[in-house]
């Protein structure tokens, strides 16, 4: 069984963490030795940056042993930085997983928690400069949807975090397997307003 778990807190970006959640559970829909889950730091309800309200599946306390984890970015980030007990639960967790992965500004947290720290990561572009005076990361990266450094991935902000699941799809299984995920998800981005001039 592949264990993946997306962690919470006040002020998470709702489509950071939700993206990936879509693209995970749909994988998980194709194959049964998938599970996704949702973690906070105490459990129970979370309140996003945007006002949705997710309920957790564990708290730090009863989490089970990740073979991927998701950490997403938003405003709760600039908090989270400096909270001692989620950066040390991301560096007990990191080292048995597989992939380590953030969207938007949750390379923050990776890099201060350790294990984006001294890695090329990118960010929400409106973020770059505040992840690169940070100082903990080896390069910040820009103009670029999601960036992998040996077992960490990292992606732009809010909808790019669906692009890099979907790659981690393929990488974990095989192209073809993430290529039916995204046809099931209905996800052939086409943007209104890219062809005004």
């Known amino acids: 069984m592949t264990t993946i778990g997306i962690l919470f807190f006040e002020?998470?970006?709702?489509?950071?963490?939700?993206?990936?959640?879509?693209?995970?559970?749909m994988a998980s829909k194709q194959r049964d030795d998938i599970k996704v889950v949702s973690i906070s730091e105490r459990g129970g309800m979370v309140r996003c940056n945007k006002g949705m309200r997710i309920e957790m599946d564990h708290s730090f306390a009863d989490a089970p042993k990740l073979d991927v984890l998701l950490v997403p970015g938003g405003q709760g980030t600039r908090t989270e930085v400096d909270n001692p007990e989620l950066l040390a639960w991301i560096a007990a967790v990191a080292p048995d997983c597989q992939?380590?992965?953030?969207?938007?500004?949750?390379?923050?947290?990776?890099?201060e928690a350790g294990p984006a720290a001294g890695k090329r990561v990118t960010t929400h572009w409106g973020a770059i400069d505040m992840v690169r005076e940070r100082g903990k990361a080896g390069?910040?990266?820009?103009n670029i949807r999601y960036v992998r450094d040996g077992n960490v991935v990292s992606s732009a902000g809010v909808s790019a975090g669906i692009d890099m699941a979907l790659w981690l799809m393929g990488e974990m299984y095989s192209p073809a397997f993430a290529r039916g995920v995204q046809r099931n998800m209905e996800y052939d981005p086409a943007p209104p307003y890219a062809g005004d001039v």
């Open 11 to 25: 002020g998470t970006e709702e489509l950071d963490a939700v993206g990936p959640w879509e693209v995970f559970t």
């Open 99 to 111: 992939w380590v992965t953030s969207v938007c500004t949750g390379s923050l947290l990776l890099a």
């Open 139 to 142: 390069e910040v990266l820009e």
